[in-house]
């Protein structure tokens, strides 16, 4: 976490009323919920100044909220025996097919379970660049959402192929549902993410110690009131797709962080999915490019709007 593990954020209008463990589970993704019960619990959790008084606790509009998160105990990140959708696998990398609702790697509270844990089960080594708690991990996707990502086996794989990520020449095609028609058939989102001032728990397009982020989109089906679009990314920040396409207005179907709190055709988690992945072997310097067929409840969203493509 940043800032010596101390977030603090406002509570806005579109979390009033809501429980205050699930105001943080929703903003802290990557820790169970049981995790930050125990915070409240232990009074690491403030509202308005003084410690939270439940987990039950139903927020306000304006409430400051104060979390202190203590330094973690890494512990050994054990091998899991759970299934493993692998597309492609040689001696220095592996490329999988992540499913909806899978974290990519542990963190406070949730060490279990992670895609992390499945590829220490399958890999008899991983590169030791990004430490214990993400070994062979590159890049990463979002918990909820689903598709492709390449793990390196040894750390030549992985220097390689962090050396292609900072260069932009890896292909990032992502497909969403976002609200709104829009209008124009294709477009490109320049605009620099960063912690969000008003939210540090969420990301948002700021000049305040943000970074260069850039989402290329083009339209594939429109249906009025929501668009079925592709995205590919130039750059590779943390909610980058769901902060910009938020940011001109069509934040994507079932994102309750960044887009209406309320669900709409039965959609619980943002409708994003990783469907092709591209990138030189690190060894051998072979390009290679990989497709994820669309998870059946994103097949699911577009027949029910009405839809004629699938891929």
């Known amino acids: ?3 010596n593990n101390i977030f603090e954020f406002i509570v806005e209008e579109d979390r009033k009323g809501t429980r205050l463990d699930v105001v943080l589970s929703l903003v802290i993704e990557e820790a169970s919920r049981s995790h930050l ?4 619990d232990i009074g690491r959790v403030e509202v308005n100044g003084e410690p939270a008084a439940s987990k039950k606790y139903k927020v306000k509009v304006g409430d ?10 890494h512990p050994n990140i054990t091998p899991e025996d759970i299934p493993l959708n692998v597309v492609y696998e040689d001696d ?13 790697h542990p963190a406070a509270g949730n060490y279990n379970g992670t895609l992390v844990n499945a590829i220490l089960y399958h890999c008899k080594s991983l ?14 996707i979002d918990k909820d959402t689903s598709g492709l990502l390449v793990i390196a086996k040894n750390d030549a794989a992985h220097r390689s192929l962090a050396d292609q990520l900072s260069a932009h020449s890896v292909t ?20 620099p993410i960063g912690r969000d001032p008003k939210n540090r728990l969420k990301m948002a397009v700021t000049n305040q110690n943000s970074r260069e982020a850039v989402t290329h989109y083009r339209v594939l089906e429109r249906f009025g009131a929501f668009t079925y679009i592709e995205c590919r990314l ?3 920040r943390t909610h980058q797709i769901r902060v910009h396409m938020a940011h001109i207005n069509h934040p994507l179907l079932g994102d309750g962080t960044y887009g209406p709190r309320r ?18 072997h690190p060894k051998t310097g072979e390009y290679m490019e990989y497709d994820s067929p669309l998870p059946k409840e994103f097949e699911a969203v577009l027949k029910k709007l009405g839809g004629t493509i699938k891929g």
């Open 1 to 3: 976490m940043e800032n």
């Open 172 to 191: 990032r095609a992502y497909r969403a549902v976002v609200y709104h028609n829009i209008k124009e058939d294709e477009g490109t989102v320049n605009a």
């Open 37 to 40: 019960q125990k915070l409240i």
């Open 234 to 236: 130039e750059t590779g």
């Open 64 to 73: 400051a909220i104060k979390i202190s998160i203590p330094e973690p105990v």
């Open 127 to 140: 590169s030791s660049i990004n430490g214990v708690i993400r070994p062979g991990i590159v890049h990463r």
């Open 92 to 104: 220095d990398i592996l490329v999988v097919d992540k499913p909806k609702g899978m974290v990519v």
């Open 263 to 280: 669900k709409a055709l039965g959609v619980e988690t943002q409708m994003l999915h990783a469907k092709t992945l591209g990138f030189r």
